[in-house]
């Protein structure tokens, strides 16, 4: 494997439920990060890990509980979902976590979830 | 606060034609400048940044943008599209002092018809 790898990449649940999406990178980078991309609306960052410590929640519901136990493993457990959830969840790395220097995102290909 | 506005949300073009992408964005602070690729079921690919210096870049594929501070712009340009640039095209900015913070607009699907 290669890059940035997320599995599943397609996800049906219902609002019960509870399932995990799992990222993995195999870039040796140390920051990873996870994105939610709802149809019409922009790319919104929604959780930054650096070296296994969460450094950035962009405001979301406490129903997305991410996990990092290690810096090449990152995942997003759910539970309780609603239907606007219904969105592809993009998973990132960079190298590093920087406020002023500049760390390329490379990005895996995405959880394609439906909340029914 | 950042925004990114990308007014296409879809551009057709017939094949070898030029075409151009645009992209403008309002910032408080100065910002770092992108554009990223998706094809069909795959993530998120960088195509070009601007970083600093020159203010046009080129990219992967053929693509070049132009930095235009005074306009707050950033557009995508290709001078001739093949059916596999059919995809769609994010813009996208972060904060020079906060740069792991990328800012996305809507997308532009760019649609190439033989």
């Known amino acids: 494997e290669t890059g940035v790898t997320q599995t599943p990449r397609h996800l049906v649940m219902g609002m019960t439920n509870k399932k995990s999406l799992k990222c993995e990178q195999h870039?040796?980078?140390?920051?990873m990060y996870w994105y939610k991309q709802s149809a019409k609306k922009p790319l919104e960052l929604m959780f930054v890990?650096?070296?296994?410590?969460?450094?950035e929640n962009n405001s979301v519901p406490s129903r997305f509980s991410p996990e990092c136990p290690n810096s090449s493993h990152l995942f997003l457990h759910l539970h309780t979902l609603q239907p606007e959830d219904s969105a592809l969840y993009l998973c990132?790395?960079?190298?590093?976590?920087?406020?002023?220097?500049?760390?390329?995102?490379?990005f895996g290909p995405g959880t394609r979830l439906t909340v029914l | 606060a950042q925004s990114v506005t990308q007014l296409d949300s879809q551009v057709p073009v017939f094949e070898e034609a030029p075409v151009e992408l645009r992209c403008n964005y309002s910032?408080?602070?100065?910002?770092?400048l992108f554009w990223y690729v998706q094809y069909p079921n795959q993530g998120l690919q960088l195509l070009l940044k601007?970083?600093?210096?020159?203010?046009l870049v080129k990219g992967i594929n053929g693509f070049e943008a132009e930095f235009n501070k005074s306009q707050t712009s950033f557009h995508l340009r290709k001078p001739s599209v093949h059916i596999s640039d059919t995809a769609e095209y994010f813009c996208?900015?972060?904060?020079?002092?906060?740069?792991?913070?990328?800012?996305f607009g809507s997308g532009t699907r760019l649609l190439v018809r033989p």
């Open positions: 990132a790395s960079s190298q590093d976590w920087t406020g002023t220097l500049y760390n390329e995102q490379f």
């Open positions: 870039l040796g980078h140390n920051a």
């Open positions: 890990y650096s070296l296994e410590e969460r450094v």
């Open positions: 910032s408080s602070v100065s910002v770092y």
């Open positions: 601007y970083l600093s210096g020159s203010t």
């Open positions: 996208a900015v972060s904060p020079m002092d906060s740069s792991y913070k990328l800012i």
